[in-house]
């Protein structure tokens, strides 16, 4: 079955300083691959996505990804974290609209910024 | 402004008390499909609508009703609320074609005792 697993519940990280948030996904075709950020009390907003070709894209509010097949993994980088950034970080997988088209979220991962 | 509104933002009811919760996208997009959001769980995805008078369950389709009879609303139906349904509710709307994503709605909080 398709799945997509964050690891990391809640992360830390001091204003300044460099972030990666990881993302694994299971799925047996090429994935179209997603991150979307939740700040308190919003919608979600969607920060960049994979669908083909290069394989590191550039999304909005200086954040990027990484996708590489070999590993299952989409991570999420960003070089340096600002204290607007503290916000909840979704992965998803998205299935063709074919097959449902539907959206398959991971747990999410917490981001807090220290001053 | 291209966008998704969701109606109420917040609702606090009882057990077994109809209610209907609101969608409404203005980028004429074909698809249409509901979510709730649980801590520790992400979003699961409840029921969806590749178009007017189409619509198929998701994942956790149990106790929600949905209609699609407008291509620009896609409300999602309570008949009879449970606590098990208090959540975090996104609608969301994408086209058909490719390489696009979903853009979400602000979210409904339902609170049922």
């Known amino acids: 079955a398709q799945s997509v697993t964050q690891p990391d519940i809640h992360i830390t990280v001091s204003e300044g300083a460099s972030l990666e948030l990881r993302c694994n996904y299971s799925y047996g075709a090429t994935p179209y691959l997603f991150w979307y950020v939740q700040s308190p009390g919003q919608g979600l907003q969607l920060l960049l996505k994979y669908f083909s070709g290069d394989t590191l894209v550039q999304g909005i509010k200086g954040f990027e990804a990484e996708f590489k097949r070999s590993q299952s993994s989409f991570n999420l980088r960003k070089p340096s974290v600002h204290w607007s950034d503290a916000a909840e970080y979704f992965c998803?997988?998205?299935?063709?609209?074919?097959?449902?088209?539907?959206?398959?979220f991971g747990q999410g991962t917490e981001l807090s910024v220290k001053p | 402004e291209a966008q998704v509104t969701q109606n109420p933002r917040y609702l606090i009811t009882v057990t077994g008390k109809k209610l209907t919760v609101t969608c409404s996208q203005n980028?004429?997009?074909?698809?249409m499909s509901w979510y709730r959001q649980d801590p520790g769980l992400g979003l699961r995805q409840i029921y969806y609508?590749?178009?007017?008078?189409?619509?198929d369950k998701g994942d956790v389709p149990e106790g929600y009703k949905v209609s699609r009879k407008e291509k620009r609303n896609f409300p999602l139906i309570l008949e009879s609320p449970s606590p098990n349904q208090t959540s975090l509710y996104f609608c969301?709307?994408?086209?058909?074609?490719?390489?696009?994503?979903?853009?979400f709605g602000p979210g409904t909080r339902l609170t049922v005792t």
């Open positions: 609508s590749m178009n007017v008078e189409v619509t």
């Open positions: 969301a709307s994408r086209t058909l074609r490719q390489g696009y994503e979903q853009y």
């Open positions: 998803a997988v998205g299935r063709p609209y074919n097959q449902g088209g539907k959206l398959i």
């Open positions: 980028m004429n997009h074909e698809y």
